[in-house]
C-alpha cells in the first residue's frame, strides 16, 4: 500500500501558469495516485534557481520516492542548475523548443516568462474592455448595450452563467452577456423582450435537476427556490424556450467553467483572441 | 524574407486548453515569427480525428512549410491517427506519461480531457463562491464581509484591480475583494475606515502616470480624470499611503493579469486552490 504522497514541483523563469495547466493535465492521468503540489514561480536567478534545486530534493518522500517536477524554464543556465536536482524533471521547452528552432529555421529567445507579459497593449485593452462588458451586463443587469456583445448566455438562476461569462471574457476576451430566466419568462411563449433581438447571440445553459437543487440549497436551504420540483419545473421550462426558439444549450452538469467555456466556443464558432502571441 | 505566416494548431481530446497554453509559451520563443493559430478541441471520436488530420494537411503555406501541432492527445489511438500528419507534431503525453508511469509504476488512464471535469464538486463549490464573493466585493461595492476575504486589492481607478481579483477568483479559487482609493481617501494619513481593521490583508497595485493616462484616456478623453497631472497626484498619493502603512505592492505596467495574480501569489503565499487534480 502506498499512501504517501507524491511531491511534485510546478517550476518556471515566468509565471509558472503553463506548468501548472500542462501538469495538472498529466497528473489527471493517473487519478489512483495521491500528489501534492506546489508552484514556484518567477525563477530567474542563479540564486533562486539553486534555491529550488535544494527544496526540490528535500521533496523526498518518506517512502523515498523522488519528486516530479514539470517545469517551462525558457533560460538554459537555470534550467541546468535546476536539472541537477535528483528529481524526475519533465520540461516541454527541452525537446520542443530545439524542434521548433529546426522547422523554423531561427533560434528561439531563450527568455523565460514572456508568454504571460503584456506583448500588445491595443489586445490588453480588448480583453479589459471584454471583462468591463461582462460585468457591467452580468445577470441582466444592464441590456441597452446587447447589440455590442459578442455572445448572451441565458439560463434559469445557479446554471452557471456569471462564472461562463468571466471566463470568456478574461481568456478569450468576449464580450459575453447574461441573462436570467425567471418565473415571468416562463408564462409567455415569446422569448423575454430584452433578448428579443438578439435571437442568434443567445446561448442556453442547462443542468440535471438533482445538482441544481444541490448548488440551490448551499444559498437558501429548505426554500421553495432550491426544492426539486421547483428546479424540475424552471429547468423543464427553459429547455423548451430552448427549443422553442432554436436556441443552442448545453448541459454543464458534469462541467468546469473551462469545459463549458470551450464547448460554447466550439458550438458557436466564435473566435478566441490572441492574447498570448 | 519570409513573410507568410505559419499555420498552428492547438488540438486536444478535451478542452485544448493545456496545448493553447503550452503552445503560446513555445510560440513566444520566436517573437519575430509570424503565426497563424487555430484551436481543434474535443477530438474525441475517429471522424473527428481523421477530419482533423486532412484539415493540418491542408494548412501547408503557400511558400510549402509545413504546419505546426501542439496536441495533448491522451487516447492512443486517436493520437496515432493524427500523428498520420505530415506536420511537425508536438504533444507532452508521449514522451512524458510513459516516464510518468514509470516513475509511479502505474499505467495511465489514456482518458481525454478530463483535466477539466469537475473532480470534486465540494472544490468546484469553492472556485463559485469566490466568484460570488469577488463580484459582489468589486469596487468597493459591499465592505461587510471584508473579514471573509482571502486578500483586497487597492489602488487607484484603472490599475487592473477588477481583472486581478476576478482572476484570482477563477484560477486560484481564492475571494479577492477590492477597494478604490479616490481623491477623499488621500485627504488623510489614516488607511480608508472600510479597510483599516484588516491591514493585512491588503494588497496595493499600482502603474506608471503614462500608462494611466493612456487606459483613462479610453474611457474618458480630454477629462480631469485622464490627465497626467491628476493620474500623477493619484499615483503618488497611493504610493504614499502603501508606504505609510507598510502594506505590499505591485507595479503593474507591463503585466498581463496572469503575471499580476503569479505575482501576488507569490508575495503574499497565498495558497492555490487545487481544482484540477
Known amino acids: 500500500m502506498n499512501a504517501e504522497a507524491r511531491q511534485v514541483f510546478f517550476v518556471s523563469n515566468g509565471t509558472a501558469i503553463t506548468a501548472e495547466t500542462l501538469g495538472h493535465s498529466l497528473l489527471a492521468q493517473f487519478p489512483s495516485q495521491n500528489f501534492r503540489t506546489k508552484t514556484i514561480p518567477f525563477i530567474n536567478t542563479e540564486d533562486k534557481a539553486l534555491a529550488v534545486r535544494d527544496e526540490i530534493d528535500q521533496g523526498i518522500n518518506s517512502?523515498?520516492?523522488?519528486?516530479?517536477?514539470?517545469a517551462t524554464m525558457a533560460d538554459p543556465e537555470l534550467k541546468k542548475i535546476v536539472g541537477e536536482s535528483k528529481a524526475l524533471i519533465l520540461d516541454p521547452f527541452s525537446d520542443f523548443l530545439p524542434r521548433l528552432e529546426k522547422i523554423l529555421d531561427v533560434e528561439s529567445s531563450n527568455l523565460g516568462g514572456i508568454s504571460h507579459r503584456i506583448s500588445n497593449s491595443s489586445l490588453y485593452e480588448s480583453r479589459i474592455d471584454a471583462i468591463d462588458f461582462s460585468l457591467i451586463h452580468d445577470d441582466g443587469g444592464k441590456t441597452r448595450n446587447y447589440d455590442e456583445s459578442d455572445i448572451i448566455l441565458i439560463g434559469v438562476s445557479r446554471t452557471g452563467k456569471t462564472p461562463s461569462c468571466l471566463y470568456l471574457a478574461l481568456q478569450f476576451g468576449l464580450k459575453a452577456a447574461n441573462y436570467p430566466i425567471t418565473e415571468e419568462d416562463m408564462d409567455s411563449d415569446n422569448l423575454p423582450e430584452?433578448?428579443?433581438?438578439?435571437?442568434?447571440?443567445?446561448?442556453g445553459?442547462?443542468?440535471d435537476a438533482n445538482r441544481l437543487v444541490n448548488i440551490r440549497q448551499e444559498r437558501r436551504p429548505n426554500s421553495r427556490y432550491s426544492s426539486i420540483e421547483q428546479c424540475r419545473f424552471e429547468l423543464r421550462a427553459a429547455e423548451e424556450m430552448y427549443h422553442r426558439h432554436n436556441i443552442r444549450y448545453l448541459n454543464t452538469t458534469t462541467m468546469s467553467v473551462e469545459?463549458?467555456?470551450?464547448r460554447i466556443l466550439e458550438d458557436t464558432g466564435l473566435h478566441r483572441l490572441e492574447h498570448s502571441v
Not at 517512502?63 to 517536477?69: S, Y
Not at 469545459?259 to 470551450?262: L, M, R, T, V
Open 205 to 207: 445553459l442547462t443542468t
Open 63 to 70: 517512502l523515498n520516492e523522488l519528486p516530479i517536477v514539470i
Open 259 to 262: 469545459e463549458i467555456a470551450a
Open 194 to 203: 430584452p433578448i428579443r433581438p438578439f435571437k442568434d447571440r443567445l446561448y
